[in-house]
């Protein structure tokens, strides 16, 4: 798949953008923060770009200046008006600042590889939480995707998500070069910092906003007179990450009154091979809050309150299969699970062939429709976006629908007056239902692993969930991943300046949270939203992955609270001084609660920078090894039960295969 999209995206790339560059715009104290003006919108996310908003959750709304934005190679800024719209920024979001001359080792920063070091009682870097006065642990990088040393940014990811609608205060200080000197802090924060007079109107203006900064570091005990920079940022609330999702469902609920959703099926094959006895086709109704005929680059219909509102009928395809095993020996029906299957990155529903021989081994009826926004079909859609970020919400917005079509595939198949009442899916003599009535699962992998948490957190349908090589955050994700190698020289042809490319992706999360588990993950197992069961889910970790870098899970495990099954890895195969940091050991086995289980496939440990691991150096991708592991097909069946347990199946040591 990544060779055919590769040549796609080179196809496109060719020809496609103007040969000259857009100049660089330069910060002014008008529309950049004046406490660091090397390059604006830096530092990243700060409250100098939000405005008080009495009617927000939070009290905030985000204000990006059109000035400020990033411009594309044709001069033309990202429009920031529907970011401007969220009342907070990514619960997940990177923090960067630009800090010359930087020496991570010899400031003490705490790297990829030692989490635990960034909460030490002098760390050089704090991200403290001003509502619970505790510190969020994180790890420290620069821009590697930026080539120029003197411009790299400084980067500071959270190791686990900052809490929704909580407010945060960044400290830098005791910053060092590489021959141990600290390094003095920007002449305009200082002004600031010493109560020093100036005639700049724009420090004046900003005195009173860093006044409580201030004051909430001088409790955390941080000594005013140390800072190289401080700054505060606000994360968007529930509301304002999931509302429109959550109005979305709800309204589509409602419409649907207690029935199930209409379907039509328009194509059956039977006797597909040794392990499928039918494959059935078609499409089923779901009601629609995009634009035009919801296809890719169709954006959400809003209202005078800003949340989706109906606008017809989307005609969602599915695709499903039923296993022999549903026909037991006497020719009597054998009914099974249905599962929803969350397919990878710009894929589609066909994926499900893959799983031939685990459904009827197991039992299993599966079903898939497209989880359009990051589908197949996308694809064109993409890479218009990627020439012009302004048009990145489609994505998101697309994802958002794509999350309900895939709740109400699931009620398809856990309601028997749905699939279970078509003769497409009634099996044996007599004939009977193929499918079990009254549950429900699902299981995704790889992107399907990712928006599962998204899909999950919010489903009615479903209470159990398996997520293979999952994470999320995908502005984590990306310069981590060998599937964004083909985009990369794309987004760098469109924005020319390489300062600028790692912020742009920080600036989109803020809109992809709404159809990533970044933006759902505090409500996955623990604080459902409002008329929506508790979930548990099995998170399949493969190391050294390719595709879905291992801290992307292991950040979405820590914000989740999920237990790791241990021993977890073997003594020396990772680079971590505590691997697994901060996540929990699981206290028992059986477990009936959220677990994250790491397999082994004896791939070398990926980079500790924020690169790819590119073969042949890292060795063969694992990222769908699993599949192949017998052991991991026992514990998604024991997992996917209404009463489900994680069994661990691997002994006294680490799960290696073979």
Same mark, same amino acid.
């Given at each position: 798949?990544?060779?055919?999209?590769?040549?796609?995206?080179?196809?496109?790339?060719?020809?496609?953008?103007?040969?000259?560059?857009?100049?660089?715009?330069?910060?002014?104290?008008?529309?950049?923060?004046?406490?660091?003006?090397?390059?604006?919108?830096?530092?990243?996310?700060?409250?100098?770009?939000?405005?008080?908003?009495?009617?927000?959750?939070?009290?905030?709304?985000?204000?990006?200046?059109?000035?400020?934005?990033?411009?594309?190679?044709?001069?033309?800024?990202?429009?920031?008006?529907?970011?401007?719209?969220?009342?907070?920024?990514?619960?997940?979001?990177?923090?960067?600042?630009?800090?010359?001359?930087?020496?991570?080792?010899?400031?003490?920063?705490?790297?990829i590889t030692d989490i635990g070091r960034s909460l030490a009682p002098h760390a050089p870097i704090v991200l403290l939480d001003t509502v619970t006065r505790q510190r969020v642990p994180y790890w420290v990088e620069l821009d590697t995707w930026n080539p120029d040393a003197a411009t790299k940014a400084l980067v500071i990811r959270p190791?686990?998500?900052?809490?929704?609608?909580?407010?945060?205060?960044?400290?830098?200080?005791?910053?060092?070069?590489?021959?141990?000197?600290?390094?003095?802090?920007?002449?305009?924060?200082?002004?600031?910092?010493?109560?020093?007079?100036?005639?700049?109107?724009?420090?004046?203006?900003?005195?009173?906003?860093?006044?409580?900064?201030?004051?909430?570091?001088?409790?955390?005990?941080?000594?005013?007179?140390?800072?190289?920079?401080?700054?505060?940022?606000?994360?968007?609330?529930?509301?304002?990450?999931?509302?429109?999702?959550?109005?979305?469902?709800?309204?589509?609920?409602?419409?649907?009154?207690?029935?199930?959703?209409?379907?039509?099926?328009?194509?059956?094959?039977?006797?597909?091979?040794?392990?499928?006895?039918?494959?059935?086709?078609?499409?089923?109704?779901?009601?629609v809050y995009l634009t035009g005929n919801g296809g890719p680059g169709s954006r959400l219909v809003l209202g005078a309150d800003g949340l989706p509102v109906r606008n017809g009928t989307y005609q969602a395809e599915f695709r499903c299969l039923v296993p022999h095993s549903v026909v037991g020996a006497t020719g009597t029906a054998q009914?099974?699970?249905?599962?929803?299957?969350?397919?990878?990155?710009?894929?589609?529903?066909?994926?499900?062939?893959?799983?031939?021989?685990?459904?009827?081994?197991?039992?299993?009826?599966?079903?898939?429709?497209?989880?359009?926004?990051?589908?197949?079909?996308?694809?064109?859609?993409?890479?218009?976006?990627?020439?012009?970020?302004?048009?990145?919400?489609?994505?998101?917005?697309?994802?958002?629908?794509?999350?309900?079509?895939?709740?109400?595939?699931?009620?398809?198949?856990?309601?028997?007056?749905? !699939?279970?009442?078509?003769?497409?899916?009634?099996?044996?003599?007599?004939?009977?239902?193929?499918?079990?009535?009254?549950?429900?699962?699902?299981?995704?992998?790889?992107?399907?692993?990712?928006?599962?948490?998204?899909?999950?957190?919010?489903?009615?349908?479903?209470?159990?969930?398996?997520?293979?090589?999952?994470?999320?955050?995908?502005?984590?994700?990306?310069?981590?991943?060998?599937?964004?190698?083909?985009?990369?020289?794309?987004?760098?042809?469109?924005?020319?300046?390489?300062?600028?490319?790692?912020?742009?992706?920080?600036?989109?999360?803020?809109?992809?949270?709404?159809?990533?588990?970044?933006?759902?993950?505090?409500?996955?197992?623990?604080?459902?939203?409002?008329?929506?069961?508790?979930?548990?889910?099995?998170?399949?970790?493969?190391?050294?992955?390719?595709?879905?870098?291992?801290?992307?899970?292991?950040?979405?495990?820590?914000?989740?609270?999920?237990?790791?099954?241990?021993?977890?890895?073997?003594?020396?195969?990772?680079?971590?001084?505590?691997?697994?940091?901060?996540?929990?050991?699981?206290?028992?086995?059986? !477990?009936?609660?959220?677990?994250?289980?790491?397999?082994?496939?004896?791939?070398?440990?990926?980079?500790?920078?924020?690169?790819?691991?590119?073969?042949?150096?890292?060795?063969?991708?694992?990222?769908?090894?699993?599949?192949?592991?017998?052991?991991?097909?026992?514990?998604?069946?024991?997992?996917?039960?209404?009463?489900?347990? !994680?069994?661990?199946?691997?002994?006294?040591?680490?799960?290696?295969?073979?």
């Amino acid at each position: 798949m990544l060779a055919v999209l590769a040549l796609v995206v080179g196809i496109a790339a060719e020809g496609a953008l103007p040969a000259s560059a857009g100049a660089a715009r330069s910060g002014t104290t008008a529309t950049c923060d004046p406490i660091a003006t090397s390059l604006c919108l830096l530092p990243f996310p700060d409250d100098f770009y939000t405005v008080a908003d009495a009617d927000s959750p939070t009290g905030r709304r985000l204000h990006l200046p059109v000035a400020a934005m990033p411009l594309n190679i044709s001069g033309v800024p990202i429009d920031p008006s529907e970011t401007n719209r969220s009342d907070g920024f990514s619960p997940g979001s990177m923090v960067m600042a630009f800090v010359p001359g930087i020496d991570l080792g010899a400031t003490g920063a705490a790297p990829i590889t030692d989490i635990g070091r960034s909460l030490a009682p002098h760390a050089p870097i704090v991200l403290l939480d001003t509502v619970t006065r505790q510190r969020v642990p994180y790890w420290v990088e620069l821009d590697t995707w930026n080539p120029d040393a003197a411009t790299k940014a400084l980067v500071i990811r959270p190791a686990r998500d900052f809490v929704e609608g909580h407010h945060y205060v960044v400290a830098l200080r005791d910053l060092k070069d590489s021959t141990g000197l600290v390094l003095p802090a920007p002449a305009a924060f200082t002004v600031l910092r010493d109560h020093r007079h100036t005639k700049d109107p724009a420090l004046n203006a900003r005195r009173s906003s860093m006044k409580r900064a201030f004051a909430d570091l001088a409790r955390g005990h941080l000594r005013r007179k140390d800072l190289y920079l401080a700054w505060d940022f606000t994360v968007a609330s529930s509301q304002g990450l999931a509302g429109r999702m959550l109005k979305m469902r709800d309204d589509a609920y409602a419409a649907l009154g207690g029935g199930v959703p209409s379907f039509q099926v328009q194509h059956v094959d039977d006797n597909v091979s040794a392990d499928v006895l039918r494959r059935v086709t078609g499409t089923f109704d779901v009601p629609v809050y995009l634009t035009g005929n919801g296809g890719p680059g169709s954006r959400l219909v809003l209202g005078a309150d800003g949340l989706p509102v109906r606008n017809g009928t989307y005609q969602a395809e599915f695709r499903c299969l039923v296993p022999h095993s549903v026909v037991g020996a006497t020719g009597t029906a054998q009914p099974a699970r249905g599962v929803v299957y969350g397919h990878g990155l710009l894929g589609g529903a066909a994926e499900i062939e893959g799983f031939a021989p685990f459904i009827n081994q197991y039992r299993v009826v599966l079903c898939a429709t497209p989880e359009i926004g990051l589908a197949s079909g996308d694809v064109p859609n993409v890479l218009e976006v990627i020439q012009d970020f302004s048009n990145f919400g489609s994505i998101p917005d697309r994802l958002q629908q794509g999350i309900l079509n895939m709740q109400f595939l699931a009620r398809l198949l856990k309601d028997p007056r749905g !699939f279970g009442n078509h003769v497409a899916f009634r099996v044996g003599t007599p004939t009977a239902s193929s499918i079990t009535p009254g549950q429900v699962f699902f299981n995704g992998n790889s992107q399907g692993g990712i928006l599962g948490g998204a899909m999950t957190a919010v489903s009615k349908e479903w209470t159990r969930a398996v997520l293979g090589v999952p994470g999320m955050n995908y502005s984590e994700l990306l310069p981590r991943s060998v599937d964004f190698d083909p985009f990369l020289p794309l987004v760098r042809a469109s924005y020319p300046d390489k300062r600028q490319t790692t912020l742009i992706v920080a600036l989109n999360q803020i809109l992809w949270d709404r159809g990533d588990a970044d933006g759902y993950a505090q409500h996955l197992t623990t604080h459902p939203y409002p008329g929506t069961p508790t979930h548990q889910v099995l998170m399949i970790e493969a190391f050294g992955d390719h595709q879905v870098a291992n801290i992307a899970t292991e950040t979405a495990a820590r914000t989740i609270g999920a237990f790791v099954r241990e021993p977890v890895i073997k003594p020396g195969r990772s680079n971590d001084v505590v691997p697994f940091w901060g996540i929990a050991p699981l206290p028992f086995s059986p !477990f009936p609660g959220s677990v994250l289980e790491l397999w082994d496939f004896g791939t070398p440990a990926p980079p500790t920078a924020s690169v790819p691991p590119e073969s042949p150096t890292y060795g063969s991708d694992p990222h769908g090894a699993a599949r192949r592991v017998p052991t991991v097909g026992d514990q998604v069946s024991q997992f996917l039960q209404e009463d489900g347990r !994680f069994v661990d199946e691997c002994g006294p040591g680490p799960c290696v295969f073979p």
